[in-house]
């Protein structure tokens, strides 16, 4: 028989109500909110770094390539589409996708109101499932094989500022010498949330841009290029920057928005500083628990010492208490955190700001992962904790123990 699990059962099994069992549901409360909020947290920071990223990519991509130009304009240097690197990409495993995109300044006007926009010429190669997300009305443009389409997607910010809804028909005036006017009309409107974007970019054909700037159907401003993995985009870098050509540059998507990732690495330092009190409140908790519930049964201790048990057996006592306290916080920590996350990411309970945070719900990833380390780094930590207190143990006097009182 192990005598220290047996009488650890017997003492969780007490029915007397003492002040031990109110402490003991404390620290089982301590680590199962602690754990909760640590699964919450995480969560919702993945979510939301993976809801930035993603709006990010729709619009934008993981790498840029384009003409070196010392041009800081949205007027962007002409460069050909079919270069090796274009018709070679698919061999690369890490490249998901590449497409030929083109940007142009102009100003849209409407019957009330005008405002400077960039016109992104995009082409058949588009990746509109990425882009479809940000779709609040409408459907995406539809190409011309005899000329260019004059379909274009808004933003629901530029919308709203010119007062435009869908189907109406708004003129595009392009600023270069001569002039150029075009009528087009809005088969959609988009909404990310990322002001940077909502407010300046629209998207219109490639064909049309191509038009205005007097390129030919194999001529575009940059491209985009898509990773399987944002985690790579270090790597692939370097490998896209060996195969495109000697005139073309490379710019990532953390150099293109340096200000919004910058601000994402300060949120991870945030949690992790966050993540670090709440484990030191449990530990803390916990080791509170042990010492009342040693001082509670200290008469017993001095028993136990009297009757031959060495400090070593004893302490393994207290120690199985203490990890009953933890694998019951854990289990009830794991069902209100998994639990929680779940109801927001099919209800969507809880509503955010849009202007302030680029979405309008709180965004839920789970990562089973990092849940999985969460519990263990839990379990670890405050496990090692607990077995400082028992060391007082070994420092109880055997007469003083059986004549103390609690």
């Given at each position: 028989?192990?005598?220290?699990?047996?009488?650890?059962?017997?003492?969780?099994?007490?029915?007397?109500?003492?002040?031990?069992?109110?402490?003991?549901?404390?620290?089982?409360?301590?680590?199962?909110?602690?754990?909760?909020?640590?699964?919450?947290?995480?969560?919702?920071l993945?979510?939301?770094?993976?809801?930035?990223?993603?709006?990010?990519?729709?619009?934008?991509?993981?790498?840029?390539?384009?003409?070196?130009?010392l041009?800081?304009?949205?007027?962007?240097?002409?460069?050909?589409?079919?270069?090796?690197?274009?018709?070679?990409?698919?061999?690369?495993?890490?490249?998901?996708?590449?497409?030929?995109?083109?940007?142009?300044?102009?100003?849209?006007?409407?019957?009330?109101?005008?405002?400077?926009?960039?016109?992104?010429?995009?082409?058949?190669?588009?990746d509109?499932?990425?882009?479809?997300?940000?779709?609040?009305?409408?459907?995406?443009?539809?190409?011309?094989?005899?000329?260019?389409?004059?379909?274009?997607?808004?933003?629901?910010?530029?919308?709203?500022?010119?007062?435009?809804?869908?189907?109406?028909?708004?003129?595009?005036?392009?600023?270069?010498?001569?002039?150029?006017?075009?009528?087009?009309?809005?088969?959609?409107?988009?909404?990310?949330?990322?002001?940077?974007?909502?407010?300046?970019?629209?998207?219109?054909?490639?064909?049309?841009?191509?038009?205005?700037?007097?390129?030919?159907?194999?001529?575009?401003?940059?491209?985009?290029?898509?990773?399987?993995?944002?985690?790579?985009?270090?790597?692939?870098?370097?490998?896209?920057?060996?195969?495109?050509?000697?005139?073309?540059?490379?710019?990532?998507?953390?150099?293109?928005?340096?200000?919004?990732?910058?601000?994402?690495?300060?949120?991870?330092?945030?949690?992790?500083?966050?993540?670090?009190?709440?484990?030191?409140?449990?530990?803390?908790?916990?080791?509170?628990?042990?010492?009342?519930?040693?001082?509670?049964?200290?008469?017993?201790?001095?028993?136990?010492?009297?009757?031959?048990?060495?400090?070593?057996?004893?302490?393994?006592?207290?120690?199985?208490?203490?990890?009953?306290?933890?694998?019951?916080?854990?289990?009830?920590?794991?069902?209100?955190g998994?639990?929680?996350?779940?109801?927001?990411?099919?209800?969507?309970?809880?509503?955010?700001d849009?202007?302030?945070?680029?979405?309008?719900?709180?965004?839920?990833?789970?990562?089973?992962?990092?849940?999985?380390?969460?519990?263990?780094v839990?379990?670890?930590?405050v496990?090692?904790?607990?077995?400082?207190?028992?060391?007082?143990i070994?420092?109880?006097?055997?007469?003083?123990?059986?004549?103390?009182?609690?």
């Amino acid at each position: 028989m192990n005598l220290p699990r047996f009488i650890a059962q017997r003492i969780q099994k007490t029915n007397t109500t003492t002040f031990t069992s109110t402490v003991t549901k404390i620290g089982i409360s301590s680590i199962t909110i602690g754990l909760a909020v640590m699964i919450i947290s995480f969560s919702i920071l993945i979510g939301f770094k993976r809801t930035i990223r993603d709006k990010l990519f729709s619009l934008s991509s993981h790498i840029q390539v384009s003409k070196i130009t010392l041009n800081q304009s949205f007027e962007e240097t002409p460069m050909p589409i079919n270069t090796k690197f274009y018709q070679n990409y698919r061999k690369n495993p890490k490249i998901r996708h590449v497409q030929a995109v083109a940007n142009k300044a102009g100003l849209l006007k409407s019957s009330e109101e005008h405002t400077g926009i960039v016109i992104k010429g995009v082409g058949k190669d588009y990746d509109w499932a990425s882009f479809s997300e940000n779709l609040v009305e409408g459907r995406k443009i539809n190409s011309n094989d005899s000329t260019y389409s004059t379909e274009i997607i808004i933003s629901k910010k530029i919308a709203t500022q010119l007062k435009i809804k869908l189907s109406d028909e708004v003129m595009i005036y392009f600023i270069q010498n001569p002039p150029r006017i075009r009528k087009v009309k809005v088969v959609g409107i988009y909404d990310t949330g990322l002001e940077e974007f909502d407010k300046n970019f629209i998207l219109g054909d490639l064909a049309l841009v191509q038009r205005m700037n007097d390129w030919n159907e194999e001529t575009a401003g940059h491209y985009e290029v898509f990773l399987n993995d944002f985690d790579q985009l270090d790597i692939v870098s370097r490998q896209v920057f060996d195969d495109i050509d000697q005139d073309m540059q490379l710019l990532k998507v953390t150099e293109m928005f340096p200000a919004i990732f910058d601000w994402l690495n300060l949120m991870d330092r945030n949690i992790f500083v966050i993540i670090a009190l709440i484990l030191v409140v449990a530990s803390f908790n916990m080791i509170s628990v042990l010492l009342v519930m040693m001082m509670e049964r200290t008469p017993m201790i001095g028993l136990l010492k009297a009757l031959g048990s060495d400090n070593a057996k004893i302490r393994k006592i207290f120690i199985f208490n203490g990890l009953t306290i933890i694998i019951k916080g854990i289990i009830y920590g794991n069902i209100i955190g998994i639990g929680f996350c779940y109801l927001q990411y099919l209800f969507k309970v809880i509503p955010l700001d849009s202007e302030s945070y680029y979405m309008n719900y709180v965004p839920i990833s789970f990562n089973w992962l990092t849940i999985l380390i969460i519990n263990i780094v839990t379990i670890v930590l405050v496990l090692g904790v607990i077995t400082i207190p028992t060391f007082v143990i070994s420092r109880m006097k055997l007469v003083e123990s059986l004549k103390f009182k609690s």
